[in-house]
Nanobody
Framework: QVQLVESGGGLVQPGGSLRLSCVGS????????WAWYRQAPGEQRELVAS???????EYLDFVKGRFTISRDSAKNTLYLDMNSLKPEDTAVYYC?????????????WGQGTQVTVSS
């Protein structure tokens, strides 16, 4: 059974930085896309950043230039480096992996990690 476990969340002051990690276990084969999503209270879940099998990265406009997504395929680990954090970045951050022989065949989510940006 494939599982994703996020870590690295916490309380940080505006302007600060955090690094989120997501470790995947189980038979994760032929990854199509790794991604980070977030959900703030009362809001819908939104895509923050993604990286596909070719290394192409996409970002939510609000985080461009501040967040960087990266992966270590050998370790099935995904990262999100977050800099210049703003109170609006406060949310639960979720890791997601889309894997299999075609996009959408398997779609797994982590349990989420809370990020709070506040002074």
């Amino acid at each position: 059974q494939v599982q994703l476990v996020e870590s690295g969340g916490g309380l940080v002051q505006p302007g600060g930085s955090l690094r989120l990690s997501c470790v995947g276990s189980g038979n994760i084969f032929s990854v199509n896309t790794w991604a980070w999503y977030r959900q703030a209270p009362g809001e819908q879940r939104e895509l923050v950043a993604s990286i596909n099998s070719r290394g192409f990265r996409e970002y939510l406009d609000f985080v461009k230039g501040r967040f960087t997504i990266s992966r270590d395929s050998a370790k099935n680990t995904l990262y999100l480096d977050m800099n210049s954090l703003k109170p609006e970045d406060t949310a639960v951050y979720y890791c997601n992996v889309d894997y299999g022989w075609y996009p959408g065949e398997f779609d797994v989510w982590g349990q989420g990690t809370q990020v709070t940006v506040s002074s």
